[in-house]
């Protein structure tokens, strides 16, 4: 067990000091939390080395994901970014400053505002995706394809058993 791995250090400890206590999530979950602020740090130096903001990013590869004509509803885009109207609305300003997406005009008595990648934002968001994902695949390339598979299913159960929690269904 190395010093930075300290959860089943924690877990034993617990199991010690009161017999009986469920300690068998400290191992997953301590870990999670660990694995989660080095991969947040990771990114975060990658993201700055790229020379991208993560709030241009994610507006971008929403746009990129929508398909061809890469354009979405200004609405859309904030469900999509899981952000706020007004959040959706500083973003696509600060990329169009940038020449990476344009606002299309409503169409006559529509009020819904389209954002589109422009060629530039495109070209943008392709390097930058390419160069992120590159690098986070080496970060997991520790594990078997198999092992990237399996963890990959086992959070997705995880995740899901979270959001119904959240959202007030305990499973």
Not at 14 to 21: D, F
Not at 137 to 147: I, N, R
Request: a positive charge; one cysteine or more; glycine letters at 8%.
């Amino acid at each position: 067990m190395s010093a930075e791995d300290r959860a089943e250090e924690i877990a034993r400890a617990w199991a010690r000091e009161q017999p009986g206590l469920p300690v068998g999530s400290i191992g997953i979950l301590t870990r999670i939390w660990q694995a989660a602020k080095l991969m947040s740090d990771e990114r975060r130096r990658t993201l700055a080395a790229i020379g991208i903001d993560a709030a241009t990013l994610d507006l971008l590869s929403t746009l990129r994901r929508a398909g061809a004509p890469y354009r979405l509803a200004t609405r859309e885009l904030a469900a999509r970014c899981l952000v706020t109207a007004g959040a959706v609305t500083q973003r696509v300003d600060r990329a169009k400053r940038a020449g990476l997406v344009e606002r299309l005009a409503p169409a006559p008595g529509s009020r819904t505002v389209l954002v589109e990648l422009t060629p530039a934002g495109h070209r943008e968001v392709e390097r930058a995706v390419g160069l992120l994902l590159g690098h986070e695949q080496s970060l997991v390339e520790v594990l078997s394809p198999a092992q990237q598979e399996d963890l990959a299913r086992l959070l997705a159960v995880l995740l899901a058993s979270l959001r119904q929690r959240a959202a007030g269904r305990a499973p």
